[in-house]
């Protein structure tokens, strides 16, 4: 039961170690360039929403003691709402000068970011942090062009590390195009959902468990935090289905009214490809959509990085493409909660919670794919054939075959075959001399692979048979860490 466990807290901020040694990095080269007339640092920092990036920068200020500023924008502010709550900000930041900010009504960015400049110390570092940039640059489109100016003309001169903060990736990648006023004055940064391994490492789990949590949460340290050590996946779907309060419900519901706020469309969309919909065909009867309508969906959903469309890997070009979910959690809300919110809200989460238990292990088995393919470039040289630059799948439009993994040297094309798999992940059957047979089959049936192609078997339970690599939860784990 829920008493007899403990509970983590972010107050030990598990996990972001690599993150951490970044802006430390960052910041030592500011301290460095502090005789050079522009030790100034801007970084471009994005990451998907409640991943923890703003929680990551203030650990990180906290860390370092340095005086700082931390403004967050507001989708439901203008621009001059967002000036003005830059000013209040700046009031009350433990910037040495703050006291500038103080009763200044600056009408525009240009003289908000010159009252910073003046604010900022000469002899020491300061860390700024502007959270939530896209919104400041759709309150006002004449934001970056600003920004640009003043960095150039005021804040590089000064010791100060500039952190600039969005959770709409597409937009955050584009800031530092050629094209773009602030192109090549950001370090980028992409900061991911803590790994599996952070999840096994906090919660305390064997790494199949770890695994299973991690598809649920999708390493959302919010979610993480309402899970205790300890608990299975079913003990904790208990507690959060019975409050509809919980990170776990509502996590998913303000990810996309922030992503998609009048685009009914492409929730339409999102929704048919969460449900299990994955060709462009089944994609548009679920959704009722016509054809010019999908597209532009499908096309916003990909450039927003929310959804990821796939081709089959192998020597043979092929236009099959499937789409799915990019985040694990967001798949599973999409898949469990989005649809069945008014059961858990009126106290009936044991109804979404049965249907969980009789979905999970087909659900768990095609969910896993892309985490494997993952943990699997990331295994140590010795792991894969040494030549192994991309590991997807492969099928044709009948399914027959449809391949589990498939390694090359490079995808989507590939000039060679590196290995080719399979996925097993049951709770108690292992990996035998059936599922073996249908590998041989398929390896057969995959362009580019022979006879002599490695085969790869990835279980939950084990391989019971020779003559195959065989990888289960804990190396798949250690390829995280």
Known sequence: MWASKGRVHMDHFY????????????????????????????????????VGKSRLVEEFIERSGLPSLFFTASAQSNATADVRLFVEAGAGSTLPQAKLFAGQTPHDWDAALQLLAAALPADQ???????EMPYLIANDPGFEGTLQKLYDRELSRKPVLLLCVGSDIAMMERLNDYDRPFHQRGTEMVVPPLSPADVADMLRLEPADAFDAYLISGGLPLILDDWPTNAGIFDYLTSALADPTTALIVSGERSLAAEFPADAQARLVLSAIGSGERTHTTIGRAAGLPTTSLNRALHLLTAKRVVEAATPLSTRPSKETRYYVADPHLRFWLAFLGPHLTEVERGRGDLTLARIRQSWPSWRGRAIEPVVRESLLRLPTDGLPHDTGAIGGYWTRTNDPEIDLVAADRGPVAKHITAVG???????????????????????QLPGASESTPLIAVSRAGVAVEGVQAVGPEQLLSAWR
Request: hydrophobic letters at 30%.
């Open 15 to 50: 996990g972001r170690t690599r993150e951490l040694d970044t802006l430390e990095r960052l910041l030592r080269r500011v301290e460095d360039r502090g005789r050079t007339g522009r030790p100034g640092k801007a970084v471009l920092m994005r990451g998907r929403r409640r």
């Open 125 to 131: 570092p300061s860390v700024v942090v502007l959270d």
């Open 422 to 444: 399979s996925i097993k992940w049951l709770e108690r059957k292992a990996f035998d001399t059936h599922d073996l047979s249908r590998l041989h089959v398929h390896r057969s």
